[in-house]
């Protein structure tokens, strides 16, 4: 099993900073990939970022230029630094992880809340 636990979350206001981690657990050694998603209120939970151990990195396009994702393998942690933050980007932000980039990935944490005002 692996347990996912985020934190980092915060109220923040525009324009501002936050650092997100996701600590792992467990079984890690199958954690190719692990990734962000954020859900708004009322609006499904979307993608925001994605690291493969390999080193390849995805972003949603809303964050691109503005939040890096990155992973320490020795630390089975990874975080996400969320630059010039809009209010846009208010959301439960949850850490996901799995074995595969384009599949299913089967494990979740419980989710850390970020709010930015305007």
């Known amino acids: 099993q692996v347990q996912l636990v985020e934190s980092g979350g915060d109220l923040v206001q525009a324009g501002g900073s936050l650092r997100l981690s996701c600590a792992a657990s467990?079984?890690?050694?199958?954690?190719?990939?692990i990734g962000w998603y954020r859900q708004a209120p009322g609006k499904q939970r979307d993608l925001v970022a994605l690291?493969?151990?390999?080193?390849?990195?995805n972003y949603a396009d809303s964050v691109k230029g503005r939040f890096t994702i990155s992973r320490d393998n020795a630390k089975n942690t990874v975080y996400l630094q969320m630059n010039s933050l809009k209010p846009e980007d208010t959301g439960v932000y949850y850490c996901n992880a799995g074995s595969t980039w384009y599949g299913r990935r089967p494990y979740w944490g419980q989710g850390t809340q970020v709010t930015v005002s305007s």
């Open positions: 690291v493969g151990s390999g080193g390849g990195i």
């Open positions: 467990g079984s890690t050694l199958s954690l190719n990939v």
